[in-house]
């Protein structure tokens, strides 16, 4: 009889922990969402735009570490950094220079010069990787950097798409904002020397783009809900 109580109460404590697993399974696979539907948790545009720049944040300061590290590995000479032609392949996108200008744009404007930045930078990073991780002088924590800020870039795209969704569901912005083609690549001689100035200008490039986009973010949001630490 103690045997079959026993039994009986680890039977019950496994169903107790499996239903208990289901419902925590079921909390983590709600998703975020811009509108109310169900199984989604609604997120306000002030806190999408707080996680759209805090992500911004974190891309602009591994691509920072990574262009240090990247200097220190392969182009230890000033001279050899200084002749790199910076030759950015987003030089064909036009954005505003400046906060004042910035500022000026129209706000479907602004966001899609930030999408067409993001959307180029796509393949770009993906390549970078794949070469990083080729370059036996790069430890793996540096290339796997690189492939962090590719999924970075994937991710924060997808944000600022949730953002231009809000933003039009609540009227802020009057047309939707279609998804940019890339630019062109730059085609740069094929050579050994080309490929490892061809990625460090990547690299500059990026910095430089990264850092417009997050302050781009900020300044949009500053614009549309300016109560919130502005």
Not at 16 to 22: N, P, Q, T
Not at 56 to 73: G, K, V
Not at 200 to 225: E, G, P
Request: charged share 20%; glycine share 4%.
């Amino acid at each position: 009889m103690p045997g079959t109580i026993k039994s009986v109460c680890v039977v019950w404590l496994l169903l107790v922990s499996v239903l208990f697993c289901s419902r925590l399974a079921g909390v983590r696979a709600v998703s975020i969402c811009t509108n109310a539907h169900a199984g989604c948790h609604v997120l306000s545009l002030a806190n999408l735009f707080d996680r759209v720049i805090q992500h911004s944040t974190r891309m602009h300061s591994i691509t920072n570490d990574l262009h240090s590290e990247f200097e220190q590995y392969f182009l230890p000479s000033q001279n050899h950094v200084g002749r790199v032609s910076h030759n950015c392949h987003t030089s064909t996108i036009i954005t505003p220079n400046g906060k004042g200008n910035a500022q000026r744009l129209a706000r479907e404007e602004l966001t899609r010069v930030i999408l067409m930045l993001l959307v180029a930078w796509r393949d770009p990073l993906w390549h970078f990787h794949q070469s990083m991780s080729h370059q036996h002088d790069f430890n793996n924590f540096s290339s796997n950097k690189a492939l962090q800020m590719s999924d970075m870039v994937h991710e924060l795209r997808k944000g600022v798409e949730k953002v231009a969704e809000k933003m039009q569901k609540l009227g802020i912005i009057k047309t939707s904002i279609s998804k940019p083609a890339p630019p062109e690549a730059v085609q740069l001689a094929d050579s050994a020397r080309w490929h490892l100035m061809k990625d460090y200008d990547l690299l500059y490039c990026f910095r430089r783009d990264s850092n417009k986009i997050h302050n781009y973010l900020k300044l949009l949001k500053c614009r549309i809900v300016p109560e919130h630490e502005c």
